[in-house]
C-alpha cells in the first residue's frame, strides 16, 4: 500500500492548487475563489478523479480552506470529499 502512494504522490508535480487553477483556466490562483457556479461543479468533478493518496492533509485542508472557508477535516479522505461536496453544492446569492 505505501508504494501505491508514493507512486501516486510521484505523479503530481506541482501543488494541488497550482493544478486546480490550470485546469480551471484561471491566469492566477486567486482566480480560482472566483468561479461560476458551473465552474466550481466541474473543478468539484476534476478533483473526484484526483486520489486523496495523492496530497497530504495538511495540502487537502488547505485547499479546503482556500475554496471553502470550511474547517480543516482529520484525514485527507475527508478532506478531499467535503471540497468535492462544497464545490459540487455551492450556492450564490449575487
Do not use: H
Not at 37 to 61: D, G, K, M, V, Y
Not at 65 to 84: F, H, K, V
Amino acid at each position: 500500500m505505501r508504494e501505491e502512494v508514493e507512486q501516486v504522490m510521484e505523479q503530481w508535480t506541482i501543488g494541488l492548487l497550482e493544478y486546480l487553477a490550470q485546469k480551471s483556466g484561471c491566469t492566477y490562483l486567486s482566480d480560482l475563489r472566483y468561479l461560476s457556479q458551473w465552474e466550481q461543479f466541474r473543478l468539484s468533478r476534476e478533483i473526484a478523479r484526483i486520489p486523496a493518496a495523492a496530497f497530504s492533509l495538511s495540502i487537502w485542508n488547505d485547499a479546503l480552506d482556500y475554496l471553502t472557508s470550511l474547517p480543516p477535516e482529520p484525514c485527507a479522505s475527508d478532506a478531499r470529499e467535503a471540497l468535492i461536496q462544497s464545490l459540487s453544492e455551492r450556492r450564490y446569492v449575487l
